[in-house]
């Protein structure tokens, strides 16, 4: 069986997660990047008969809402699909249900989701090293379950949690900033899955069109993007008493 991965990982912990969970149900997947903000999305079409698995990151409870964009111009066209919710080890709140709806929306049948932790994207000591071995374990045990649903042909929808209306989205006013060892070669730029930076002048950022979702940073060559030490160090305060105890992967099938 063919599987299609559409992944919105600005910086590597949701695609760890996916790979983890998609190389345990085929030799053969594909990917398809939804950090990519010149793709041709609707050019993106799948038989009825693959299989997918979509997975975004939660920010602040929520789907980022460029992922939510580019999937929408997807074709499902029924195909069933696998949820999967990535998160910094607080909590994955209404991400999951918003996903829920726009991969139907999009004309998939959902058929299994997973909530998984992965390192912090912002506070990186947060579930550092996750998906570690014991994640691992829980994916492939997961993916033969996965197996055996489609083997005997269930295609019935799991209860998916999260509220609707989802919560109000917010953003962090987390901004990277380049120090004085940026060169302007413009990769981060280039990387932005939002073109929050400006490609003529690096320096520059749209703070209005940033998600802070990190990836400048993890893309510099020369680490010369940063955030704020003290916004760093007042998120570390804030996430410290929820995001300290270990949360296990959630699975729904």
Do not use: W
Request: net charge neutral; with cysteine.
């Amino acid at each position: 069986m063919k599987i299609t991965q559409l992944l919105f990982s600005p910086t590597g912990g949701t695609q760890k997660a996916a790979d983890l969970l998609a190389h345990a149900l085929s030799d053969s997947v594909q990917t398809v990047d939804l950090c990519d903000s010149q793709a041709h999305f609707s050019e993106v079409s799948l038989a009825s008969d693959d299989l997918a698995l979509i997975a975004v990151p939660s920010y602040g409870g929520r789907v980022p809402a460029a992922a939510i964009q580019r999937l929408a111009a997807v074709h499902g066209n029924g195909a069933p699909a696998i949820l999967m919710v990535v998160y910094g080890n607080r909590a994955f709140e209404d991400t999951m249900v918003e996903l829920e709806d726009a991969t139907k929306q999009a004309g998939f049948r959902i058929v299994a989701g997973v909530a998984a932790v992965a390192e912090h994207s912002i506070v990186r000591e947060f579930a550092a090293g996750r998906p570690d071995a014991q994640d691992q374990a829980q994916l492939i045990a997961f993916a033969a379950r996965i197996q055996e649903k489609l083997a005997a042909g269930h295609l019935t929808e799991p209860a998916i949690p999260g509220n609707r209306p989802y919560k109000k989205a917010g953003g962090t006013g987390m901004v990277p900033k380049p120090t004085k060892d940026c060169d302007s070669c413009g990769l981060c730029a280039k990387s932005c899955p939002v073109q929050a930076i400006d490609p003529n002048d690096p320096h520059k950022v749209d703070q209005h069109l940033c998600i802070s979702c990190m990836r400048c940073i993890s893309v510099c060559p020369r680490h010369a993007r940063k955030l704020n030490p003290l916004m760093l160090t007042a998120a570390h305060a804030m996430l410290k008493k929820v995001c300290s105890d270990r949360k296990e992967n959630q699975l729904f099938l």
